[in-house]
Every structure is written in C-alpha cells, then in structure tokens.
C-alpha cells in the first residue's frame, strides 16, 4: 500500500537541503546573469584578446545575447527539471508506478525493475523533448549556429534513446545481480564494474558509438593531415585514425578531441574548423596530445572512480535503512517487492544530489588544471601563440561568453575563460623570454 509523503519530517528535511543547493545556484546563476548586462567589452577582455584579432562591437553584443538566451533557458530547466522531481516525490509517482508494475506485470526484479526505469523515462521525456526542440530549433537558430532537420534530429532522439535503453538494461542488470549475489561488499563490485563499463566506452566510442551518429572520414586536407601525423611522430602519440567529422551537419560550433585507449588513438576534428589556418589545427591538437602526455583522461577517470566508489559505500550505509525507504512511500512488505536496489538507488539519489555539488567543484578545479597544463604542452612545442589565436577564433566563431563571474567560474566551468588561457600563455612566453 503506498503511503503520502506530505508528513514525513524525513522527507521534508531532504527538500529543505535540496531547495537551499536550488536557491544557492539560483542565487550564482543570477550573479552570472549580471554580467551580460554589461553593453562595452571590457578593457582586459581587448587586452587578452589584442595579439590574437579582434572582436567588434557587434560581435560582443551578439555574445552577451547569445549568452544569456542560453542562461535563461538553463534557469527554466533547472526550475522545471526541479519541480517536476519534487512533485514526483510528494505525489508518490514513483511508488505508484512500481507497484503498478511489479504487481500488474512481473514480480521478477530484473524485469521490474527495467520496466520502471523505462517507464520513469517515459514520464520525463516529454519534457526533456520540449527542451530540446526549443534549444535547437529556437535558441541556437536564432543566432545562426543550428544546421539540423527534423529528420536528423528525430533520428538522433531514436538512436540516443535506443543507446541509452541497450547500454542501460545491461548495466542494471549487472548491478541487480551483483546487489544479489556479493553479500555486504556488494558496493565494491559494482564500482568496479561501472569503471570497466566506463572504460570499455572509452575504448570504443570512436569505433562504434560516433559512427551512428556522425560520418568519420580521414581528413581531406593531406597537408594537414601529414603536419597532424608528424606531429603525433614526434612526439610519439600513438595515432591510429585521424578523422574528419561531419559536424556541421547538426551545428556550427567547433572542436576537436582524441579519443581510445592505450596505443591505439583517434583524433577527430570537428569539419567545422577545418578552415582554420593550419597552424591553429596543429595548435589544437598539440593541446590535445597534451592531456594524453599528462594522463589527464586517466586521472579523471581515476577521480571518477574514487567518486564512485564513495558514493556507493555511503549508499551501502544507508542500504538498510528502512525509515529512509519507508519515508519516500515505498513499503517493504514481500507482496510490493520488499528492498529493491534500483528503488533505493533512486531515494539516495534524492539524499546525495546536494553533496554530489562539491564533488562537481572538485572535478572543475582539476580539469581546469588539467586545461591550463595541456595549454603549457602545447606552448613548450612552439605552439603558443597559435594556440592562442586558435583559442580566441574558436571562441569568436561560436559566440562564446567573455565576461564571467568568479564565482560562476569556479564552481561551474571544467575549462578556464578563454582570456584567462590566452592570458596565461602570453606569462609563459615572458617567463622564457
């Protein structure tokens, strides 16, 4: 029998923490919001920006728009995102939905289980769709960077879901078993496997899932594609495939990532820059290579695991919890399915979300560190000042946002502001000078 929520003083604490994590992004997000509000590019942005080009008054004022076009839509995402997951809760949606299913159509967890978190995926992707559509039809249209169809977008939604529904059904099915079969130290087998399983992506996205996607073909250019391989020769980057992707298909915006595992690498250059000068390509790419020499893939992936790993031994702490359980309107009678994994991974999803933001701080303040690291790789190679105008030009062709709030900064970027890099290389160049 599901149980309201309304009184549980349980519950009500969790909303209280989460609504005050809502409210305190709320609060940075509006600090950021300020800043596009400023109409005169400001006088340090011009002298980051005056050994790499030049950004015109009407360029600045398209970026402030385009900017805060993107933050209002991401502050009624948030808002809806959030809404919509607290009335789930004190409507007992999600009690509702399981004993519907494990009652109505399988008493069998694996099945059940899976059916709910279809069924739970259902439910929100009318309004994820809704966003969507309005993201990339309305908003990146209307400042000129959208290139999708209808047919491709429709397509990219069947294929992600089909994706997600794959790749998702084995990951739980393996983490139900384990839960089932591994006793009290369960937590330590499922992290493992969820970093193989984030390993094992690693390894084949570029052979398996860009490809049904996006057309990979080796780069057209020859001179440039020889410059990239001399490059990776030098400096014993063990380049397997360099690719060209048809990116422009969906956007306008640019970039550029390599991707594998081991000694098998694959560079993929977004088409859309491909009409850079050939020494920005090359720049780019050094700063890639950059994080392959620093381990930086590595570490995060490594600081993921340690993240995982103590998420899940807290869950397993609060496993048997019953009055946690009970309090979101789950029962634990044998005829509603008793403890469920899936269940309980869902209402300690709801106790961890506000924790999990200071985790989110710590991986920006290393990946920032491991951009600013790339940079001086790629700087030590003699590619210093191409990566800065490669950095400002990829900026400029996407209307990125130049003025940030320091705040905003640190708690939301995994890159640092593009004046900041460029800034930072023109330091080393004085420092070897």
Request: aromatic fraction near 16%; charged fraction near 15%.
């Amino acid at each position: 029998m599901v149980q309201s929520v309304f009184g549980s003083t349980l519950v009500q604490v969790i909303f209280l923490i989460n609504l005050i994590k809502y409210l305190l992004y709320l609060y940075v997000d509006l600090r950021q919001k300020k800043c596009y509000e400023i109409e005169e590019i400001p006088k340090y942005i011009l002298e980051a920006y005056k050994d790499c080009g030049e950004v015109s008054q009407e360029e600045f004022k398209k970026s402030q728009s385009y900017s805060n076009s993107k933050m209002v839509f991401g502050l009624v995402n948030r808002a809806v995102t959030f809404l919509v997951n607290w009335i789930f809760v004190f409507y007992v949606v999600y009690p509702l939905v399981w004993e519907s299913i494990y009652t109505r159509i399988s008493s069998n967890e694996y099945v059940s289980s899976l059916l709910f978190c279809g069924v739970m995926a259902l439910l929100d992707y009318p309004i994820s769709l809704a966003f969507d559509v309005y993201y990339t039809f309305v908003l990146e249209e209307k400042y000129g960077f959208n290139n999708s169809t209808w047919k491709i977008f429709i397509m990219d939604q069947i294929k992600s879901g089909l994706l997600v529904g794959i790749l998702g059904t084995i990951l739980l099915t393996v983490m139900i078993y384990i839960a089932n079969n591994t006793g009290k130290y369960f937590y330590v087998y499922i992290a493992i496997v969820q970093f193989a399983f984030i390993f094992i992506i690693s390894i084949i996205y570029p052979i398996i899932i860009v490809p049904i996607f996006n057309k990979l073909t080796p780069i057209e250019n020859q001179e440039l594609s020889e410059k990239i391989s001399s490059l990776c020769r030098e400096v014993k980057f063990p380049l397997k495939n360099l690719y060209q992707m048809d990116a422009s298909l969906r956007s306008n915006h640019g970039n550029a990532f390599f991707s594998g595992a081991f000694r098998s690498k694959s560079i993929i250059l977004f088409d859309t820059i491909l009409d850079f000068p050939q020494d920005e390509i090359v720049a780019i790419i050094g700063h890639e290579i950059g994080h392959w020499k620093n381990w930086d893939n590595y570490k995060l992936l490594f600081f993921s695991f340690i993240q995982t790993f103590a998420t899940l031994f807290i869950f397993h702490l609060t496993f048997s919890w019953d009055e946690l359980y009970l309090a979101f309107g789950f029962s634990l009678s044998p005829e509603s399915g008793g403890r469920n994994l899936i269940l309980s991974l869902l209402v300690f999803s709801y106790v961890m979300s506000p924790f999990g933001s200071i985790v989110g701080i710590l991986h920006s303040i290393m990946s920032q560190r491991c951009e600013y690291m790339a940079d001086e790789y790629s700087f030590n190679l003699g590619l210093g000042n191409s990566l800065a105008r490669s950095l400002f030009r990829l900026s400029k062709k996407s209307s990125s946002c130049m003025i940030f709030d320091p705040i905003y900064s640190f708690i939301h970027l995994s890159h640092p502001t593009v004046s900041d890099r460029i800034v930072n290389l023109k330091k080393l160049a004085d420092k070897e000078n």
